[in-house]
Nanobody, 118 residues
Framework: QVQLVESGGGLVQPGGSLRLSCAASGTISRISVMGWYRQAPGKERELVADIYSSGSTDYAGSVKGRFTISRDNAKNTVYLQMNSLKPEDTAVYYC????????????WGQGTQVTVSS
């Protein structure tokens, strides 16, 4: 089993910055992709950004140029640096990790609230 612990959410004013962290622990085989998703009230969960073991990344169009995803493979940790935050970025942010051990296993964090408001 793999456990994910997220941290770094909170309340920030528009234009501010936050950094989210997600650390994976437990019985970890090979981690393939690590990512961040978000879900705003009344909306479906959506991909924010992900990063593969190769280092390649994907970003939602709405966050390109403002958010940066990175990972520390030695620590099994993924980060999301969020700059120039907007009220529409307000959501619960979830970490997702896929591991490979003959097949793909997907794990989700418990979620961390990000609120952008003046």
């Amino acid at each position: 089993q793999v456990q994910l612990v997220e941290s770094g959410g909170g309340l920030v004013q528009p234009g501010g910055s936050l950094r989210l962290s997600c650390a994976a622990s437990g019985t970890i085989s090979r981690i393939s992709v690590m990512g961040w998703y978000r879900q705003a009230p009344g909306k479906e969960r959506e991909l924010v950004a992900d990063i593969y073991s190769s280092g390649s990344t994907d970003y939602a169009g709405s966050v390109k140029g403002r958010f940066t995803i990175s990972r520390d493979n030695a620590k099994n940790t993924v980060y999301l640096q969020m700059n120039s935050l907007k009220p529409e970025d307000t959501a619960v942010y979830y970490c997702r990790v896929d591991t490979i051990n003959w097949k793909v296993y997907t794990y989700w964090g418990q979620g961390t609230q990000v609120t952008v408001s003046s």
